[in-house]
């Protein structure tokens, strides 16, 4: 069975940093592509910042480049976000979702985390 389990999140004044994990088991996390989504109220879903576990290719949103790092541990199956420089506007419920294919693709989905800032 795919898990994908995030957690990490929390409250944060503006400016802050937060590290958000994405523990994954169930499949082989080497042929699988990470990605982190978030979706504010009244938002639709977003794509943040995804990782290939294979070659290392990454992506990020243009609102989150030069604050956000995804980072990728093959050895303990997790993938994390580092995230700096936080906003009021980066509140979001935060997921993480696998696929084998697609780089930011999402045929797996995982419970969210919710990360609050305060200005």
């Known amino acids: 069975e795919v898990q994908l389990q995030a957690s990490g999140g929390g409250l944060v004044q503006a400016g802050g940093s937060l590290r958000l994990s994405c523990a994954a088991s169930?499949?082989?996390?080497?042929?699988?592509?990470i990605g982190w989504f978030r979706q504010a109220p009244g938002k639709e879903r977003e794509g943040v910042s995804c990782i290939s576990s294979s070659d290392g290719s990454t992506y990020y949103a243009d609102s989150v480049k030069g604050r956000f790092t995804i980072s990728s541990d093959n050895a303990k199956n997790t993938v994390y976000l580092q995230m700096n420089s936080l906003k009021p506007e980066d509140t979001a419920v935060y997921y993480c979702a696998a696929d084998p294919y697609i780089l930011c693709g999402m045929d797996y989905w995982g419970k969210g985390t919710q990360v609050t800032v305060s200005s």
């Open positions: 169930g499949f082989t996390f080497d042929d699988y592509a």
